[in-house]
Structure formats: structure tokens, C-alpha cells
């Protein structure tokens, strides 16, 4: 099972869970988010990592353009929308840029996105809240590449990780304090993923 770190804000970080084996690392550039961090910040960090670990940008794009220019902008290799149509989505992927789009755990909703994603993040509560939820709720079988994020942490991901999705998404319950991860705690998290 794959793992995306979300959230992170410099750059030990993103070595520290490129390192400890995370396949994707997510970058917030989002005004208003705890964890947003300018994009050249974000544009310095990518540019540092091996090519082996995708690099996400979190973002709120005013349309299918300022998405794209966003992420080449950094340097990223996929975007995180929390908006946008599936027509507009098939927009941004025919530039090359891959997209992950979060939806709340809903089969319709699934269903009218999934062929213009290249995954699926299903995320209930209030997004980037880091609040647990019914996991069992989450359709992941109408969809290949199905994430689940949202208040996961190393003691509860085995709720998550029974419904055999593509990855799971962690952010604060990966953290000693808002934006600074823990190195133990991120060992943790990607060991019982992986095992």
C-alpha cells in the first residue's frame, strides 16, 4: 500500500518521510490552511528530492489554467483539488499534469469523478481537519487508485487499511505540532502501511 505525507512545511521534513519510505510527500499552498507554504518554498523543497517521490501541491486554483501554472510553477508532479468539475479536471490532465481530486465517502459522487482523476481522495469531516470517520463508509471499490485521508494516525490505519485502498493520506497524525512531523511517529505510520 502506498502513502502520501501531507502537510509538509520545510525541508527536513520531506527528506526525513522521503527517507522513512513515503511514497508521496503533499505540499499545502492554500490561504487560509495552517500548513500553506509559498510556492517558491515549495518549488526549493521539490527540487531537492529524488525523482522516486511524488510530489504533491495541495492548492485552490481559480480555474483549469491557474492549476496548471501552479503546478509547474513548483515543480510538482500531481495537484490535490478540493474543487472543480469533472470536465474541467479532463482539462487539466490533457496538459500532463496528473490530478487527485478529494471527495466526501459517497458512491455517486465516486462515480461521476472517477474517470476524470487520476485518484480519488476520500476524505470525510471538515477537509484538512484531521478528524477520524467511519472509514467503512468509503466506496473504494468503484474506483482504482482510491486514498483515504483524514484523521489518520499510526493506531487507528489499520480501520483504513482493511478496505485495501491505493494509499493512505496522513497529515496532523503524523505530527509533534502543527506542521513539524515526527520522525517516530512517520516511521510508524508508513511501517504499518507497508507491512
Do not use: W
Not at 479536471?89 to 487520476?118: C, Q, W, Y
Not at 481522495?121 to 468509503?138: A, H, L, Q, R
Amino acid at each position: 500500500m502506498k502513502v502520501k505525507i501531507c502537510g509538509v512545511t520545510n525541508l527536513s521534513d520531506a527528506v526525513m518521510c522521503e527517507d522513512m519510505g513515503a511514497d508521496a510527500v503533499g505540499f499545502v499552498h492554500f490561504p487560509g490552511r495552517l500548513r500553506s507554504i509559498p510556492l517558491g518554498l515549495i518549488s526549493e523543497i521539490c527540487s531537492t528530492m529524488g525523482p522516486m517521490t511524488t510530489k504533491v501541491l495541495v492548492c485552490a486554483p481559480s480555474g483549469q489554467d491557474h492549476a496548471v501554472e501552479l503546478a509547474s510553477s513548483c515543480g510538482v508532479d500531481a495537484i490535490q483539488l478540493y474543487t472543480m468539475s469533472p470536465e474541467q479536471l479532463n482539462d487539466i490532465r490533457e496538459t500532463g499534469v496528473k490530478v487527485m481530486r478529494v471527495i466526501r465517502p459517497d458512491r455517486a459522487l465516486a462515480l461521476e469523478f472517477v474517470d476524470s482523476v487520476d485518484a480519488l481522495v476520500f476524505e470525510g469531516g471538515e477537509p484538512g481537519m484531521g478528524t477520524p470517520y467511519d472509514y467503512s463508509s468509503i466506496p473504494v471499490d468503484c474506483c482504482p487508485r482510491a486514498i483515504i485521508a483524514g484523521g489518520l494516525n499510526p493506531t487507528n490505519l489499520s480501520l483504513a487499511k482493511a478496505l485495501r485502498p491505493y494509499a493512505l493520506d496522513v497529515s496532523s497524525g503524523v505530527e509533534r505540532s502543527p506542521g513539524k512531523k515526527d520522525p517516530d511517529m512517520v516511521y510508524e505510520f508508513v511501517r504499518r502501511c507497508k507491512e
